[in-house]
Structure formats: C-alpha cells, structure tokens
C-alpha cells in the first residue's frame, strides 16, 4: 500500500529529500539526526569484540564514519544538484588523463565522445537556459519517460571481436611496446563473457544496476508529488518494459529507487513485460523487431547503418593503425580490431571506471569515433532512415493521445527499452533532425545529431505536461516540455510557452503532423492490415 496521505503531507514542506527519507527510513534517520539517538541505532555489546588497541578503533571508527559522511553528502548532492555532482564525478581527468598522462584541452570531456558506450552523461548542447526546474508559475501534472536501459558489458556480437583482436595479438608472442605495452599485462574486461556480455555491470563507479536505482531514487525527488497523487487508488502504479533480461532488471532497479525496495510486496508498483517478438506488430515497445520491411530491407532498412559506418570508419582508422605499427612492426591492425581498441575504452570504464584503452588515442580520433557512432544510429533507426518515422509514431502518437486526456489517465508513465527504439521516437519527434544527411567522408560539424548526449546508457526521455497560472495570458494553460538526460530541448517550431514549452493544442497539432509525415505503421512495414496498429497496454489499471 502507497503511504497515507497524512504522512505524505508530514513531508510536503521539508522538500524532495524528505519524501525520499518517508520511502528509506534509514536516510530519514541519518538526515533528520536529533529523531534517533545513535545509540537507539547501534546499541553497544557488553562484551569487548576486539584486543585492538583502543587507538585503533577510535581511528577507525573516525575513518568509518568520515566515509559514511562523505558518501551520504556525495548522495545529497547528486539528489539536489546532480549537474554540480557530475562536473566532478565525470571529470575527463578521471578518464582520459589518467591514462594520456596529460590533460586533455579546456573543456573536453571525453565521456561526451564515446557514442553511446559511455555511463550517463546530462545533455549539454543545444538546451534552453534556466535548468529542469518548471518554470514560475507551473507544475508538472503528468510524466511520459522512455529509458535506455543502464549501464551494460559488450553485446556477444562486439564483445566476442573484441576477445578475438585479444587473444590474437596476446597469441602473436610479440612484446608490445609503445601506446599498446599495457596489453602485455591487461586483463580483458570479463572474466566471464557468457555471464556478462549483455547485461547490466554490477561494478565500479558506473555499474548499471547502481545508475538505475539512483535514476529511480532522483526521480522520486522530482516527481514524489505525482506518485503520492496515486494514494486514493488502490491499484498499483504500471510500469513497462521489454522482455530482453538487461532492461527488465534495469526497470527494476529504478522501481526499488523510486518507490521503494518493497514495492512488490507492498503492491505499489508493478512491471508489465513486453514481448519483442516479431509478430507483435504495433503492440510493441521495440517496433524496430516487428516492422517486416525494415528487417529484410538491407538497402534501407537496419542494415544500411552498419553500411554507412563501415564507409565513415575506414576515412580514419587507417591512421590509427599505421601510428600503432609504428611501435610494433610485427603486427598489422583491421578497421575493426581499431574500432573495437575504440569500444574497449567505454565498456571497459563502465566495469572498472576507467580504461587504459582510452588513452592511446588522440582527441581528433575520438571525435571521429564519435561521428562514426552518430552515423550508424543515424542510418539505422535515425532521421537517416525512411523507416523510422512510422515505427516511432507508434509510442508517440500513444503518449500524445494520453498527455491530451491529463493526469486523470494517470499521472506517471514509465517505459524501459532499449537505444535503437528511443532514436526512431526521436525521428518521428523532428528533434536533432540536420538540414542535410550525415556525409560519410567527412565529419560534419555543428550537427544536431549527437549520440552520446541523446542515448548514452540509461539515457532517458521525458515529457513533462505542466500546468502553468502565469500572470501573462500566453503563459496560462497547459503545456508539454521535453527533457532529456536532463537538459531541456525546445520542440521545433513550437516553443512559445513558458521554459520554450509547446501549447498542447499545438503540441497535439504538431504529433498529428508528423505521423502524416512518416506514415502508417502496418503499410510502411508491409504488415497486413488486420494486425495491431498501435500499443494498446500504456494504461494504468483503474484510470479508464
């Protein structure tokens, strides 16, 4: 059962880290410290447990609790201002000089390079100034989130051609020397691919199970008020994600953060799990399975992404290789051995927290990496693509028929998926849409496509329905704003509201036009005509 509303109102004015403390009774105690003697916390034994001497165990309790303060503190400031808590926990210096033993230039960071394969980063190109905070005057009444799944190892298909690069160059008998001396005596990344490869990480600074329960916990101090507007309902709060293992735990992670570890016995939330099966037509939340066209197109459809990729990666990985040869004349590097050294750096920094890999390139060559990342999202489910507007409208045209209805549709809606069903969304949307395809024998500066900031692992999309009473007319009403990765992007061509919002009525305009736009779903895919042609299960029970 969801906490009575007395005890939700006991919090309202102490802010969004009080409703987190009613959810965790143990940071309750530690914040609200004169409630709960530390000896009601931790009754001393009668008997002595150790012959240390008593200088020791003053040291080390001092050490203890020294840790605990600074981690609590860390926590507190990632809750309240998670912008100033990543300027730091995401510094490059961690990273890329760490490992250059140089650092790198004014403003840098190379989390912002890795295209996807880097822990979640905030989105920091192109937002509206004034921060995620609603704008005077306005309250957010509804949230509509579509989340990347967290942080995760390699797929089997990169992983395994990272461990064969590997083991061939180890099995070569030739010293490494230069950049690459490391490898003489690195470990690869796993120890057990056939556990890991797929799922969420579970170590380091940026494990995946770790990103996602603190996205959940975050999101409570956000958005506490429209969970607590679900007390007088006595059906759980639905949330969804689909049946593939790394999103489902991802999913959650982020239930046990935002309503609490026990939300299962204590029925306030529940998880619908959605199949990807191919033959789930527009009853889906991964159309880029079930769209037939878009499968069996290898011209234009998934293939041509790995296509383009291919043609930008050989303009300058042979580079790379010839310096790296250099230093080792014995050996002879692929286009893809290259890429993988590449992947290596993020995935490995998503275990271990950092990656020697990182620092054997240059800034110029992550750059392109970076490109040839945007390029292959870009062409296989992105703007690039003529299939993806019609597969994106699908959860769009859904959750823009729910924002019209309000919060009395329910006020939370939280769908976990996967990086290739989040960019088609994006197509569909118009955002991050470049006035020109991405060339591939050139990097194209200045472009709006960028996939690091707009899907990095546990990357996330939220619309936000508010309600604004400003004094100026134009300011009153409902509005949509979107969030991502928490920088706000105004809507193109519709920002006149408060914050560059978008007026619902002309947000519902704007979605109806796209869909005409990118077409029917089940016609685009050659699907027949008597097949499900939109998601049906974004509902919460007793809401119809």
């Known amino acids: 059962m969801i906490s009575s509303s007395a005890t939700t109102a006991s919090y309202a004015h102490q802010g969004p880290l009080a409703a987190i403390s009613s959810k965790y009774p143990t940071l309750a105690r530690v914040r609200h410290r004169g409630a709960t003697s530390i000896h009601q916390l931790h009754r001393p034994s009668t008997k002595r447990c150790s012959s240390w001497p008593d200088m020791l165990s003053v040291r080390t309790l001092t050490f203890l609790c020294a840790s605990s303060i600074l981690c609590f503190a860390a926590s507190v400031l990632f809750l309240i201002s998670p912008e100033a808590f990543l300027t730091y926990s995401l510094s490059p210096l961690g990273i890329y000089e760490k490992t250059t033993g140089h650092a790198p230039s004014k403003g840098w960071n190379l989390l912002y390079h890795l295209g996807g394969n880097s822990p979640w980063i905030p989105k920091i190109d192109g937002i509206v100034d004034g921060g995620i905070d609603p704008p005077k005057g306005c309250t957010v009444d509804m949230v509509h989130m579509m989340s990347r799944h967290g942080e995760r190892y390699p797929t089997q298909g990169a992983g395994s051609k990272m461990i064969t690069f590997v083991n061939r160059v180890k099995g070569s008998g030739v010293e490494l020397k230069g950049p690459l001396a490391f490898l003489n005596n690195w470990d690869f990344?796993?120890?057990?691919?056939?556990?890991?490869?797929?799922?969420?990480?579970?170590?380091?600074?940026?494990?995946?199970?770790?990103?996602?329960?603190?996205?959940?916990?975050?999101?409570?101090?956000?958005?506490?008020?429209?969970?607590?507007?679900?007390?007088?309902?006595?059906?759980?709060?639905?949330l969804w994600a689909s049946d593939c293992e790394r999103v489902i735990d991802t999913a959650k992670h982020f239930a046990s953060g935002f309503f609490g570890l026990d939300y299962v016995l204590t029925k306030r939330a529940e998880l619908e799990v959605i199949s990807e099966d191919p033959n789930m037509a527009g009853e889906t939340l991964t159309p880029g399975d079930t769209c037939r066209l878009y499968v069996e197109d290898?011209?234009?459809?998934?293939?041509?992404?790995?296509?383009?990729?291919?043609?930008?990666?050989?303009?300058?990985?042979?580079?790379?290789?010839?310096?790296?040869?250099?230093?080792?004349?014995?050996?002879?590097?692929?286009?893809?051995?290259?890429?993988?050294?590449?992947?290596?750096c993020g995935f490995e920094?998503?275990?271990?927290?950092?990656?020697?890999?990182?620092?054997i390139f240059t800034e110029d060559e992550w750059e392109k990496f970076e490109y040839a990342r945007d390029v292959i999202h870009y062409y296989r489910a992105g703007p690039g693509n003529k299939y993806a507007m019609a597969m994106g409208w699908l959860w769009l045209n859904a959750t823009a028929n729910l924002i019209q209805k309000g919060p009395e549709a329910g006020p939370l809606f939280l769908s976990f998926v996967h990086d290739g069903d989040i960019v088609p969304m994006l197509a569909s949307l118009g955002l991050f849409t470049d006035k020109v395809h991405l060339p591939v024998d050139h990097v194209l500066k200045n472009r709006l496509w960028k996939t690091s900031q707009i899907v990095p692992m546990g990357g996330r999309f939220v619309f936000e329905r508010m309600t604004c009473s400003a004094n100026k007319k134009a300011d009153r009403g409902v509005f949509v704003r979107i969030n991502i990765n928490d920088g706000i992007v105004a809507l193109p061509g519709c920002e006149s509201g408060p914050g560059k919002s978008c007026p619902l009525d002309q947000f519902m305009e704007y979605i109806a036009k796209q869909g005409r736009i990118g077409g029917d779903f089940r016609e685009t895919c050659g699907l027949p005509s008597d097949v499900a042609d939109r998601p049906t299960f974004l509902r919460q029970p007793g809401r119809d």
């Open 298 to 344: 290898t011209i234009d459809g998934h293939d041509q992404g790995e296509r383009k990729l291919f043609e930008f990666r050989s303009t300058y990985v042979g580079g790379i290789a010839k310096r790296l040869q250099k230093h080792n004349p014995g050996l002879v590097f692929t286009d893809q051995e290259i890429y993988s050294m590449q992947e290596m």
């Open 189 to 238: 990344l796993s120890q057990d691919p056939s556990k890991h490869f797929e799922q969420l990480t579970t170590t380091g600074p940026y494990a995946g199970t770790l990103e996602t329960f603190t996205t959940g916990v975050k999101f409570l101090s956000r958005y506490s008020h429209l969970w607590n507007d679900t007390t007088p309902y006595t059906h759980p709060t639905k």
């Open 349 to 359: 920094t998503l275990v271990r927290g950092c990656s020697k890999w990182c620092g």
